[in-house]
């Protein structure tokens, strides 16, 4: 079964380095999300890509944090100067994107957990 | 924007009885309303969802209602059983975009 890639699963860094997160959705899944999920909490979108474009990326704190899709595939969300309160997982999510009724289903990866120190 | 409460946060139940988390959302226009179950380091995984146009949706022992004039939502889950112990998460979503909402997620925990 087809699933979201995510690389890396786990990232320790300090305050003030840089960290990247990867994101390879499903084959064909034209719409691709960056969620970040805070401990205790339900995950909240960050930025929202069709293909390559950005569609939302209205919660996405733009001083320190990046997204791209360049090719309209894989994505990179980076994150530059890391603070403490970034400490969270980073959920990657897909969806086929296509349909008249909505995107479809969110196919979400395994996460990136970021600890900064 | 779009706001989802959840409750309960935690909630314990005896296996083999039924379970109920019940979410409310604020934007009359939300139209699509899923439901994902999270284990413990793991991805949420869609378990059921519903559009605005059904009330009620059921798969085995789960079931989703919706009551759109009160504006809020709610999982059944009959039977429990201890693989059912995870977080679950609804979510509310306007139109096409697909930019789901989260609730901040309820921990069930079935006793054996």
Redesign the interface.
Known sequence: EAE?AQSPRYKITEKSQAVAFWCDPISGHA?LYWYRQIL??????LV?FQDESV??DSQLPKDRFSAERLKGVDSTLKIQPAELGDSAMY?CAS?L?R?????????????SRLTVL | GEN?E?HPSTLSVQEGDSAVIKCTYSDSASN?F?W?KQELG?????II?I?SNVGEKKDQRIAVTLNKTAKHFSLHITETQPEDSAVY?C?A?I???????????TQLTVLP
């Not at chain 1, 349909?99 to 996460?111: R, S």
């Not at chain 2, 793991?42 to 869609?46: V, W």
């Open positions: 979201v719409t205790g909490q339900g995950p909240e979108l929202q569609v939302d959920l969806s994107g349909g008249l009724l909505g995107n479809g289903e969110l196919f979400f990866g395994e996460g | 989802v959840q699509y899923p994902y793991k991805r949420p995984q869609l969802d559009r998460f979510a979503s139109g096409t975009a697909r930019q789901l909402t989260f609730g901040s997620g």
